[in-house]
DNA sequence: TCCACAGACTTGACCGATTCAAGAAAAAGC
DNA sequence: GCTTTTTCTTGAATCGGTCAAGTCTGTGGA
């Protein structure tokens, strides 16, 4: 804390990043933004409103969607979709790294690329398609629940 | 048509697949497996529902999604999510192919797995994890999608 | 500083895919 | 053929997410 307005800084952080993605500065879209930043990534929208609600005071889920999709859009944030649970978002990094999904609890987690530049790996296909980004999940156990499995 | 019973092959071999995976052998299973199997893959349960109902007459919805899951459990059927698209299923080949997917229109399809042996992919991960498949999805624009987005 | 307007938010209805639950039907073993 | 156990049918419910209409609010210009 070196100024009184110090609590202020995430926010005008999330404004300026809103700024220059050339967005709309609102109170929502700060919100929402700040809370997937501040946290360790892969919040579903559910928890992202609950989240930005304690720095708005109220915001309807609608609302956490467009957000979300708008943030999505401009680059900020990158939305994750695993068959069979909700979408989940985490900052965007850049980086192309990857995710494992417990098969048992539905925990995901971060894998680092394995190979490198995006898309990492080459697909064998004609040259008409547009091959945008290679996404891969790995399925499994979790460490928690392949214990558990194993003691059973 | 080597004998009267010609047409009734496809069926009994549906059915020596059911009872070699130790399922009981129904109409409704038989069926599906069979839609399955006929077709070039990828089609989703209420596709299948129709393709089945035209053997077995009648067939309800939710029946098709327990038969899904049975032979899917079973190993004969192989279930694709894609988010924001039904699941969609195919033959089980055993081959540890990916898929591509249009981003525009939804459109799938097969892409030889470019590595080898699955995981055909080794992630970083702690020892700990139990990684039993990568899943690799290509996203892009298929040929069609492509040249209308350049054309506008 | 005030205004006007496009864009964003709220509320509430709606949707598609899938699952749950209860009772009827039908395989498989005896 | 009879019994048991699984599977199928029907109908309701759930869940994540979207659509639509009206209200509100940033933002750029007067």
Known sequence: MTTPGAA??????????????????????MAV??????????LDADTLRERARRITGRLSLQATYNVLRA???A??????????HPARYEAE??????????????FLRDVECTVGAAPCIEPRLPEEYD???????????C??????????
Do not use: K, Y
């Not at 680059?75 to 069979?84: F, P």
């Not at 850049?94 to 609890?105: E, P």
């Not at 091959?131 to 156990?141: I, K, M």
């Open 93 to 106: 990094r850049h980086d192309n790294h990857h995710h494992f999904v417990c098969r048992a609890c539905g």
């Open 75 to 84: 680059g900020l944030v990158r939305s994750t979709q695993i068959a069979g």
């Open 71 to 73: 943030l999505t859009d």
């Open 8 to 29: 202020d800084e995430p926010m005008a952080l999330a404004a300026e990043r809103l700024r220059a993605a050339g967005m709309r500065v609102t109170a929502p879209r």
């Open 33 to 42: 933004l700040m809370a997937v930043s501040g946290s360790g990534g892969h």
């Open 143 to 152: 460490p928690g629940c392949r214990a558990a499995a194993s003691a059973s």
């Open 131 to 141: 091959v945008q980004e290679a996404a891969v999940t790995f399925w499994g156990l």
